[in-house]
Each structure stands twice: as C-alpha cells, then as structure tokens.
C-alpha cells in the first residue's frame, strides 16, 4: 500500500505561484509514475500532469503547458507540481495518484489539497 499525502494548497492570486508536494508513505515510489489530477467545482476530475518513475519523461495537460511544472525526489518519496501564471480557471482540488509501472490504471490516490485563485 502506497498512502499519498497533498500539501501546499491554498489562496493564490491570479498571475500567482504555488507548489504542490505529495508525500508517499508505506513504500517507495520509485517504482511508481506519478501524476496530479484535479478537479473543479460541478466538473469531473481531469489529469494534469504525469511524471515517469525515473523523471525522465513528463506529460502536461495542453492548457498547463509551459505554466506547470511535475517533478520528483525519489529520495524524499516525493512529488512535486510548481503552479506558475495561475489563472482563475486552475481553481480545483489537487489529487496526488501513483501508478504502478506496467500497469494502466492509477494504483492510490491522495485527499487532495485545494488550490484557488482569486482575481
């Protein structure tokens, strides 16, 4: 069991910065791709952002392109999602979620943290 643990959330003005953390906990990730979903009010939960097990590769959602940023310590098992130019439309809840090498679906999932932007 992989237990996921958001941080780093909160009110953020529009053009504003913030970094996600997500601790794991129970076994190491380094056997694991990780990624950050969120989700917005009234809307479903829509993939972010997705990071190989090494840090190697990286997948963006199109509209976060270029703004965010996925990254990894395996050595602290943890992820990291840094938030630059938010805009009012990044508002969401911030899921952390691992996914076990070879397979297809996402393995365990965090709480979430919430992320608003103000104008």
């Known amino acids: 069991q992989v237990q996921l643990e958001e941080s780093g959330g909160g009110l953020v003005q529009t053009g504003g910065s913030v970094t996600l953390s997500c601790a794991a906990s129970?076994?190491?990730?380094?056997?694991?791709?990780m990624a950050w979903f969120r989700q917005a009010p009234g809307k479903e939960r829509e993939f972010v952002a997705e990071i190989s097990w090494d840090g190697g590769s990286t997948v963006y959602k199109h509209s976060v392109s270029g703004r965010f940023t996925i990254s990894r310590d395996n050595a602290k098992n943890t992820v990291y999602l840094q938030m630059e130019s938010l805009k009012f439309e990044d508002t969401a809840v911030y899921y952390c979620?691992?996914?076990?090498?070879?397979?297809?679906?996402?393995?365990?999932w965090g709480q979430g943290t919430q992320v608003t932007v103000s104008s």
């Open positions: 129970g076994r190491t990730i380094s056997n694991y791709a």
């Open positions: 979620t691992a996914r076990n090498v070879g397979h297809s679906v996402y393995d365990y």
